[in-house]
Each structure stands twice: as structure tokens, then as C-alpha cells.
């Protein structure tokens, strides 16, 4: 029974039937109700359904049978970038960093929601870290702006080597060395995720 219902639910996910997933995943955890990875796919199903708010109820869930679950704890901030709670998704991104530093992504939205927040100590110190790992154009942008945003002038000096250098990007760069945060496109996890 229970391998009739994985197969089902494997067919419904691979055709994007979000509703018909979340039906057999529920059925599953009738079965098995303090199983995390069922709760945690549930709530990854419930988000591509576009259900963040129970989404989230299913990431503490998964959380609360496993505290350090990584997916659900990048997952659960994601949901809150969504919904647009920026304050939860700063701290929820910086609990899950501080879990697990070495996630680019993790470490990239951090950078950009605090960008957006205008919290450009938090802001510098996510791309410093993430520049460990991967130091791309994003991260040397966001961090020139952070310390131009710091007031810092070498911020303000990369800003407009950057601006000098770059062309193609000259745009985004001048709204954000005239408008700072206010310049940048609005905040989602989908633009923020690889």
C-alpha cells in the first residue's frame, strides 16, 4: 500500500500536481506522523503551490523532529522572504548561516535582505564570508554598496570604478549610488535562488 502511495506521489511531484502531492504526503504521514522528511516535503510541496503560510507551519514541524534540518531551515526563511516578513527572514537566514556558513546562498540572502533592511554591518559581513566561497560580481557589488551605505569611501571609490568598468550594469549601479537599497529590485527568494 504504503509503495503504491510513493509511486503515485513520485508521478503527481514529476508532473507538478501540487494538490494531488499533498495528498498523498498527507496520506503517508497518517501513517507515519514524526517522520521530518515527510513533514518537510509537504511543506516544499505546499510552497510551489504557492502556500507559504502553510508551508511554514510544515518547516516547524520538520524542525521540531529535527532542530537543525538545513533544508527546512533555509526553506522556512525563504517562505518569510515570500510572504515579505523581512525581519523574520534576516533572523531566520542568519540562524541558518550561523548553522551552516559555508551555504553561498544562505549567506547571499542574508547579504541582500539586510541590504534591503539597510543593516549594511550585517549586509558586509554576509558577503565578506560569502566572498570565501564564491566572490562574484553580486558580492562585490552588495558589498561596495553596504559600505558605501556605511559611508565607508572605499565603498563609494569601488562603486564608481565599478560604474567606470561595467557598462552593461551602469544603470543598476547608478540607482544604487543615488538611491542606495531603494534602487534595488524588490526582494524574493526566487530571484535570490540559483
Not at 503504491?4 to 500536481?17: G, V
Not at 510541496?45 to 503560510?53: P, T
Not at 564608481?160 to 534595488?184: C, D, H, T, W
Request: glycine fraction near 6%; charged fraction near 25%; proline fraction near 5%.
Amino acid at each position: 500500500m504504503m509503495e503504491e502511495i510513493l509511486e503515485k506521489l513520485e508521478a503527481a511531484i514529476s508532473q507538478e500536481n501540487w494538490p494531488e502531492a499533498e495528498k498523498y504526503i498527507l496520506l503517508m504521514l497518517e501513517e507515519d506522523e514524526s517522520n521530518p522528511s515527510l513533514w518537510y516535503n509537504l511543506g516544499l510541496v505546499r510552497r510551489r503551490a504557492g502556500n507559504n503560510a502553510q508551508a511554514l507551519e510544515n518547516f516547524e514541524k520538520t524542525l521540531e523532529f529535527s532542530p537543525q534540518h538545513q533544508g527546512a531551515m533555509f526553506e522556512r526563511a525563504a517562505a518569510c522572504l515570500d510572504m515579505e516578513d523581512f525581519n523574520t527572514a534576516l533572523n531566520d537566514f542568519a540562524e541558518y548561516t550561523a548553522a551552516y556558513p559555508d551555504d553561498g546562498d544562505g549567506l547571499l540572502n542574508l547579504a541582500r535582505i539586510a541590504l534591503h533592511m539597510e543593516v549594511p554591518d550585517l549586509a558586509l559581513q554576509a558577503f565578506q564570508k560569502r566572498a570565501e566561497i564564491e566572490n562574484d560580481a553580486e558580492n562585490i557589488l552588495g558589498a561596495a554598496e553596504a559600505m558605501q551605505m556605511m559611508g565607508d569611501e572605499e565603498g563609494i571609490s569601488m562603486l564608481r570604478r565599478l560604474f567606470a568598468n561595467n557598462p552593461p550594469v551602469r544603470p543598476e549601479l547608478l540607482k544604487i549610488m543615488s538611491q542606495g537599497s531603494f534602487g534595488r529590485v524588490p526582494l524574493n527568494s526566487k530571484a535570490m535562488l540559483p
